[in-house]
Antibody, heavy 119, light 112 residues
């Protein structure tokens, strides 16, 4: 079964850091581009960052550029998001999602992990 | 980074059809055939319903269909069923830059 499982969320103070993980199983992780997408409470979806299959191409939304770092370890079938200098507006459910080879659409999503930034 | 524009709500009775629009620009919806639609029930993760404008993933009922004209994409749900009540989001690829993907504002579909 194809599965993405996020972890690492929690409560952190403004200015703090958190590292999210996404464990992949049931497919050849190294062949897929991956994304992080977030959803603030009661709000819509917002793309955060993407990384190509070999980590050659990395992109960030302007709202997180310079504060967040996406990475992956294909040997461990894992995706990461290092989040620094966290702000209240970063409070959201964070989803990881895969993009199949040859496509640009996110076809499988994890269930998400919740990040709360509050003092 | 502007979101794609969707109507906040749409509704229909069981068996009827509802169409949701998703308006972007030539830099996203109009520029690529990578428009997807996601269904999200409360407290759940988004589920892919349509990809590459009009293709349905395996397991998605053929009541769901997608199309695009210029900078506007559309999702039609025919033969509405109670379980179709959910939030729907469109998404478009927007190029290899720091606006890689853009999502729509979301539409709440209510089955009357």
């Amino acid at each position: 079964e194809v599965q993405l499982v996020e972890s690492g969320g929690g409560l952190v103070k403004p200015g703090g850091s958190l590292r999210l993980s996404c464990a992949a199983s049931g497919f050849t992780f190294s062949s897929y581009s991956m994304n992080w997408v977030r959803q603030a409470p009661g709000k819509g979806l917002e793309w955060v960052s993407s990384i190509s299959s070999s980590s050659s191409y990395i992109y960030y939304a302007d709202s997180v550029k310079g504060r967040f770092t996406i990475s992956r370890d294909n040997a461990k079938n894992s995706l990461y998001l290092q989040m620094n200098s966290l702000r209240a507006e970063d409070t959201a459910v964070y989803y990881c999602a895969r993009v199949p080879p040859g496509s640009r659409d996110m076809d499988v999503w994890g269930k998400g992990t919740t990040v709360t930034v509050s003092s | 980074q502007s979101a794609l524009t969707q109507p906040p709500s749409a509704s229909g009775s069981p068996g009827q059809s509802v169409t949701i629009s998703c308006t972007g620009t030539s830099s996203d919806v109009g520029g690529y055939n990578y428009v997807s639609w996601y269904q999200q029930h409360p407290g759940k993760a988004p589920k892919l319903m349509i990809y590459e404008v009009s293709k349905r993933p395996s397991g998605v009922p053929d009541r769901f269909s997608g199309s695009k004209s210029g900078n506007t994409a559309s999702l039609t749900v025919s033969g509405l069923q109670a379980e179709d009540e959910a939030d729907y989001y469109c998404s478009s690829y927007a190029g290899s830059n720091n606006r890689n993907y853009v999502f729509g504002t979301g539409t709440k579909v209510t089955v009357l």
